[in-house]
């Protein structure tokens, strides 16, 4: 469940802005100010002792390989160019390894294609970015930069301490000049959009935040964010309504229809038994979610992993790019590093091909990302004719294979989905092992137009005396099945899941038809009050596609916020985030025609509404 963060105290009115910590491995501080942002311990290389880049050779076997099956259009003939000369470019292992396969695949796109990404605008959502590093300025597109924090036009940082956007922004588009190294997309613009400081730990309020998540959207088409809410193994935090807003209506709207593109980064809080499950920026249809991997193409202990995980990139070992100050860094790593490395790769993609909606760069994601360390037992079939891993998702995303598919990719048919009803489970409390099913018939498919599943979402309200006892998975009708909760040591949390959405990318390409079964299985008692199942995914036919999103997905939610469950019960009408922030909804006409999840969620609440709220929620915390 999705809620926008505010508090109401007696006459006075405080927002409490939602927490946010970047994922990278380059910021140790902490801070206890519910206003400021989290930031996660280090990410340290325990596991990479001793690396030393590799050297980068003009030739490599496997690019050849790759490009001499190309078919492209007359628009993308062939050509060949140079590599860039920059003096760090020798040590940008992730772009050019020379030895084995252990690189993003991306030096035969720009030699072989001469794709670069000129036509992309990548918005990095972060800490701003340094407009003035001669590797950015060249790149940096003014018009859909904006800094939120201090609200100016100019994205740079105004202290120190608040780099991580620049190196973000520098993985993306570093432009090639022989300073420092280069951007994925050298040639591709940046705009830089700054929400938060990890040197002073201020944050935007959710409202703020869905404006700049959605700023000039008809400009940037990608938006790489490589934040999200604390790894600490036993939150669960949801997106807020504002921001999930603001998100599904650029999907839907932006890019003049094609839809804008969200890539967040999973999570580095894989040592705390972390899940980026419970992330809800990660956790969602509307985002692409990236993991990590080392240059050993393994997934590090700290990385996270989940059945939301579209799939990874290099985040460990060491990642050469920009830094404040017109300097250049070479120890950035997390997931904040693979997530602008897919922002980079998407944008050569676009490049390639203009006409990509939203969901075809996530199909083309899934089915050209390369299975890796396939031997270690997390990968499963699915309808793409390949695995899935809830540690790599798809795979490794790789360049080469993405852009030649982009370029001669048809456009998958409109958006289609099945809600199924609520199933209300009898005399389920103190069980601690339920089995549930739900089916959907051939006439619910055809009734809705269904064609292939893309990704599937669990919604569930269930109690738990400690939620990190509990797993919940998700059966498909093929007998693929999906952990959607894991066990949580650190999480003695007894609220369990209430009205939280869970998504698994696990049933991609799937039929729809058949029985979905829920498992959950706890070591201490559960209640599972209700659930429900929703599909989504292609069409089956563009001439009967469906575009009422909004009047087909929010009654229940509306139901919720107004105080009831689908069952009846008379519930509050806010409810508490773990980051003990106080839950409503409220309209921002200025976010443009709403179809999103929430639809006519976003209603005005009255002043008083909110008072006895807040005074109730308070005395229960």
């Not at 959502?125 to 924090?149: C, K, W």
């Not at 964010?225 to 939150?235: I, R």
């Not at 990236?290 to 193409?297: E, P, R, T, V």
Request: aromatic content about 10%.
């Amino acid at each position: 469940m999705v809620w926008v963060h505010y508090l109401v105290l007696a006459s006075t009115v405080c927002t409490l802005s939602p927490l946010l910590v970047p994922r990278s491995d380059d910021v140790d501080t902490g801070f206890a100010n519910p206003n400021q942002a989290y930031l996660r311990p280090n990410v340290d290389d325990d596991d990479n002792p001793g690396y030393e880049p590799k050297p980068v050779i003009d030739t490599n076997p496997r690019l050849n390989e790759t490009f001499n099956k190309l078919k492209p259009r007359l628009d993308h003939a062939l050509v060949r160019r140079n590599l860039p000369n920059d003096p760090l470019f020798s040590e940008q292992w992730h772009l050019s390894n020379g030895i084995g396969t252990n690189d993003i695949n991306v030096t035969g796109v720009w030699t072989n294609y001469g794709i670069l990404g000129e036509g992309v605008t990548v918005a990095v959502v972060d800490t701003g970015v340094d407009a003035n590093h001669p590797d950015i300025q060249p790149r940096l597109n003014a018009e859909g930069s904006y800094n939120f924090l201090e609200d100016v036009d100019d994205p740079t940082p105004p202290g120190s301490g608040d780099e991580h956007g620049t190196r973000c922004a520098g993985i993306v588009a570093a432009e090639a000049n022989d300073v420092c190294g280069v951007g994925v997309a050298f040639r591709a613009q940046l705009s830089g959009i700054r929400i938060f400081s990890t040197a002073t730990g201020r944050s935007l309020p959710a409202r703020q935040k869905a404006r700049a998540l959605s700023y000039r959207n008809d400009i940037n088409q990608v938006y790489s964010c490589s934040f999200g809410p604390p790894d600490t193994g036993y939150n669960l935090s949801p997106m807020e309504a504002d921001v999930q807003r603001a998100i599904v209506s650029s999907c839907l709207d932006g890019r003049d229809g094609k839809g804008n593109i969200y890539v967040f980064a999973a999570g580095n809080g894989g040592r705390l038994g972390d899940s980026c499950n419970f992330d809800g920026y990660a956790n969602s249809i509307w985002t692409m979610a990236i993991g990590a991997i080392d240059d050993k193409n393994i997934m590090p202990e700290w990385a996270e992993s989940c059945s939301a995980l579209m799939a990874v990139s290099y985040g460990a070992g060491g990642i050469r790019t920009t830094d404040m100050g017109g300097g250049c860094s070479s120890t950035f790593s997390g997931t904040s590093a693979s997530t602008p490395m897919v922002s980079g790769m998407i944008a050569l993609a676009l490049a390639a091909n203009p006409n990509l909606s939203w969901r075809d760069v996530f199909w083309l994601v899934a089915s050209t990302a390369v299975p890796i360390n396939t031997d270690d037992g997390t990968w499963q079939d699915t309808g793409l004719g390949k695995p899935y891993s809830q540690k790599y998702g798809f795979g490794k995303v790789d360049a080469g294979a993405l852009v030649d598919r982009a370029i001669s990719w048809d456009n998958v048919n409109p958006h289609a989905w099945i809600h199924s009803d609520f199933d209300y489970p009898e005399n389920t409390d103190s069980d601690t092992d339920i089995v549930r099913t739900i089916t959907i018939t051939a006439d619910d498919v055809r009734v809705s137009n269904f064609g292939r599943v893309e990704q599937v979402t669990v919604w569930i309200w269930l109690r738990t005396e400690v939620r990190g006892e509990t797993r919940v998975m998700l059966e498909g009708p093929s007998g693929v099945i999906s952990e959607l909760a894991q066990e949580r040591v650190d999480d003695q949390n007894s609220r369990g899941f209430r009205g939280w959405n869970f998504t698994t990318m696990q049933f991609w390409g799937l039929q729809a038809e058949g029985e979905w079964k829920l498992h959950v299985k706890s070591g201490a008692d559960v209640d599972l009050r209700w659930w429900n199942v929703n599909l989504w995914g292609e069409a089956a036919s563009d001439t009967n596609a469906r575009f009422d999103l909004d009047r087909n997905y929010t009654w229940e939610r509306n139901q919720l916020l107004r105080g009831r469950d689908p069952s009846g019960s008379v519930s509050i009408v806010s409810r508490i985030s773990e980051a003990n922030t106080l839950s409503f909804s409220t309209s921002d006409p200025s976010l443009g025609q709403d179809k999103s999840l929430n639809g006519v969620v976003a209603r005005q609440i009255s002043w008083w509404t909110q008072m006895i709220s807040s005074w109730v929620m308070l005395l229960l915390i």
